[in-house]
């Protein structure tokens, strides 16, 4: 964001997850900071995550978007917006919720991102409950963010260009969501 070097100590820590470790900006709380852990395998994949993002965070409302890179006493970060509920408090992972979610208002709200996906031709690679957050609402709604895991790993990245094997990934990725989070799978497109 500017030239300054942020001083980032263990009190900003906020998770790790494989291959990344993420701390709260110090003086902005609206944004996170994630690190690779393992130097050159964590990078790509961060640099990775972030071509995808550049291209679709502007249509995917759903994700959790880039904002750039920062200079700090851990090195070179990758800025994100933090995702927050609306009251600015942290949003916490959907497996915190998991016991009080009606899955009747979740079941919509996990169409919507597949549908989303297939109408831009997106990828995800990662749809662990743990890359999903729940941001609240005010009115006792909430929306889901997705906060790590997007984006095409594949080395041939065919489901890029074949809407074929887009529908494919996605059905595998959605249905094993589906399955941890006791929703239907009724909506998946089979290609």
Same mark, same amino acid.
């Given at each position: 964001m500017n030239g300054k070097i942020i001083e980032i100590s263990e009190e900003h820590f906020l998770g790790k997850g494989g291959t990344k470790r993420v701390y709260r900006h110090p003086n902005d709380s609206s944004l996170c900071i994630k690190f690779p852990k393992e130097k050159k395998r964590a990078l790509n994949g961060i640099l990775?995550?972030? $071509?995808?993002? $550049? $291209?679709?965070?502007?249509?995917? $409302?759903?994700?959790?978007?880039?904002?750039?890179?920062?200079?700090?006493?851990?090195?070179?970060?990758?800025?994100?917006q933090l995702a927050q509920n609306e009251d600015g408090s942290p949003a916490v992972e959907i497996r915190q919720h998991l016991d009080h979610l009606d899955r009747k208002s979740l079941y919509p709200k996990v169409v919507e991102i597949y549908d989303q996906l297939v109408k831009e031709h997106a990828v995800v690679s990662d749809l662990q409950i743990g890359n999903i957050f729940v941001k609240e609402k005010s009115s006792d709604d909430y929306d889901l963010c997705l906060v790590d895991g997007f984006g095409n790993t594949n080395f041939i990245k065919i489901c890029d260009y074949s809407k074929y094997f887009l529908l494919k990934k996605l059905h595998r990725k959605f249905k094993r969501l589906c399955f941890k989070l006791d929703l239907p799978d009724d909506f998946l497109k089979s290609s």
């Open positions: 990775r995550e972030i $071509k995808y993002l $550049k $291209k679709y965070q502007d249509r995917l $409302k759903f994700l959790s978007p880039y904002l750039g890179e920062v200079q700090s006493n851990l090195g070179t970060g990758y800025l994100y």
